[in-house]
């Protein structure tokens, strides 16, 4: 079965330095990869997603996360922090063999100070 | 605008009233599924479906039951409903397994 695991409850960074979220997932085929972001009081958004290509991926909100077979790991990365960047993370794996069933972690908490 | 649109967004009940919570979702996807967001624990799936009249168990569905009549439609039930069944409720959809789930705004729902 797919299970994911993000190490961190919470990360605390200063608003302009960089940030990494980590995220390690158990699955044997190739997994598809997400991670969605939950600012307080609403609904989950799709930050970015990987399913074959390219292992550096792209998302919006100048997000990027990194495929590492080898690892297990999918962390999303982001340059500089912006206050607005304050949210809930959340990681997510799913696989063809299990339709769309969507498996995510636990989440991570950022906070960004000014 | 393509949306999910679950309904309520807050609901109180008491223990054994049945309830529904609606879920509609206009972009014609053929996948949806509904997921309870619980302090600690993330998104655990409830039920899921892959098409019309084709549903599957997630990972927490006892106390739970879906329908699929309709591709835009895709109702949470809960029969008899119990405190431990307090939670915030996401339904979400998507048009292929590959392309992420676009969520709801969410139903707190709580039990007494």
């Known amino acids: 079965a797919q299970s994911v695991t993000q190490p961190d409850i919470h990360i605390t960074v200063s608003e302009g330095a960089s940030l990494e979220l980590r995220c390690n997932y158990s699955?044997?085929?190739?997994?598809?990869l997400f991670w969605y972001v939950q600012s307080p009081g609403q609904g989950l958004q799709l930050l970015l997603k990987?399913?074959?290509?390219?292992?550096l991926v792209q998302g919006i909100k100048g997000f990027e996360a990194e495929f590492k077979r080898s690892q297990s790991s999918f962390n999303l990365r982001k340059p500089s922090v912006h206050w607005s960047d304050a949210a809930e993370y959340f990681c997510?794996?799913?696989?063809?063999?299990?339709?769309?069933?969507?498996?995510f972690g636990a989440g991570t908490i950022l906070r960004v100070k000014s | 605008e393509a949306q999910v649109t679950q309904n309520p967004r807050y609901l109180i009940t008491v223990t054994g009233k049945k309830l529904t919570v609606t879920c509609s979702q206009n972009?014609?996807?053929?996948?949806m599924s509904w997921y309870r967001q619980d302090p600690g624990l993330g998104l655990r799936q409830i039920y899921y479906?892959?098409?019309?009249?084709?549903?599957d168990k997630g990972d927490v569905p006892e106390g739970y039951k879906v329908s699929r009549k309709e591709k835009r439609n895709f109702p949470l039930i809960l029969e008899s409903p119990s405190p431990n069944q307090t939670s915030l409720y996401f339904c979400?959809?998507?048009?292929?397994?590959?392309?992420?789930?676009?969520f709801g705004s969410g139903t707190r729902l709580t039990v007494v």
């Open positions: 979400a959809s998507s048009l292929t397994d590959r392309e992420g789930y676009t």
């Open positions: 699955y044997g085929a190739t997994p598809y």
């Open positions: 990987y399913f074959s290509g390219d292992t």
């Open positions: 997510a794996v799913g696989a063809k063999e299990y339709g769309n069933k969507l498996v």
């Open positions: 972009m014609n996807h053929e996948y």
């Open positions: 479906s892959m098409n019309v009249e084709v549903t």
